[in-house]
Nanobody, 123 residues
Framework: VQLQASGGGLVQAGDSLSLSCAASGGTFSRYGMGWFRQAPGKEREFVASIHQGGGLPDYEDSARGRFTISRDNGKNVLYLRMNSLKASDTALYYC?????????????????WGQGTQVTVSS
């Protein structure tokens, strides 16, 4: 499966932003999906994941309550709605697909990755 992330941009602290990840070349509904991010000089870290059927959303602590992960299996698209953005959310955001289907927090669980979309939050 090929993944194309989009929707990043430059926003101010407190603003909202929605990311999308379009999937092609595979059966999207079979994959657990995740969002990860990587800031300069840091390791790629988990943000959120979702089960292949759209349930069981899971969030990293700083994202819980501010971010919402969702998916539309009919349109083959994964979303991440981000509210109340902080400067610490600044990073390159990646979407990823996991063959096992349930979603996971570990980078190593995901075999397929999008190219990343930059989110920059000014304080």
């Amino acid at each position: 499966v090929q993944l194309q992330a989009s929707g990043g941009g430059l926003v101010q602290a407190g603003d909202s932003l929605s990311l999308s990840c379009a999937a092609s070349g595979g059966t999207f509904s079979r994959y657990g999906m995740g969002w990860f991010r990587q800031a300069p000089g840091k390791e790629r870290e988990f943000v959120a994941s979702i089960h292949q059927g759209g349930g069981l959303p899971d969030y990293e602590d700083s994202a819980r309550g501010r971010f919402t992960i969702s998916r539309d299996n009919g349109k083959n698209v994964l979303y991440l709605r981000m509210n109340s953005l902080k400067a610490s959310d600044t990073a390159l955001y990646y979407c990823a697909a996991q063959s096992a289907g349930w979603g996971a927090r570990n980078v190593s669980e995901y075999a397929y990755w999008g190219q990343g979309t930059q989110v920059t939050v000014s304080s």
